[in-house]
């Protein structure tokens, strides 16, 4: 199984990151994938995630409304856009495949997990 998350860094607040999860497609071309997050300290929390056809996709409050999620199907590769950071969005984020095609907030409905991508923001 092959999840590669990148495009991590540090920036000031109000910046933006773009991340990437780059998939193996007999992983994750029919299955929804998600982002997840993890500051030090801190739960797990979900960021956001989008259905295996890139039509559906959900949010969690953290970030709604600053954050885009897409999928480009052909290079099997899942961007999450993230403006307007703040230094609480500060954590490593992870990307994750579902078990089924849907977008799906809930950890336990993702089976395979990336390494994560260090996100620092700084005030």
């Known amino acids: 199984v092959q999840l590669q998350a990148s495009g991590g860094g540090s920036v000031q607040a109000g910046g933006s990151l773009r991340l990437s999860c780059r998939t193996a497609r007999r992983t994750s071309s029919n299955n929804g994938v998600g982002w997840f997050r993890q500051a030090p300290g801190k739960e797990r929390e979900f960021v956001s995630a989008?259905?295996?056809?890139?039509?559906?996709?959900i949010y969690g409050d953290s970030m709604k409304g600053r954050s885009t999620i897409s999928r480009d199907i052909t290079t099997n590769t899942v961007y999450l856009q993230m403006d307007s950071l703040r230094p609480e969005d500060t954590a490593v984020y992870y990307c994750a495949v579902a078990r089924g095609p849907t977008a799906t907030s809930e950890p336990r409905n993702y089976n395979y997990w990336g390494q994560g991508t260090q996100v620092t923001v700084s005030s």
């Open positions: 989008i259905g295996w056809r890139g039509t559906s996709t």
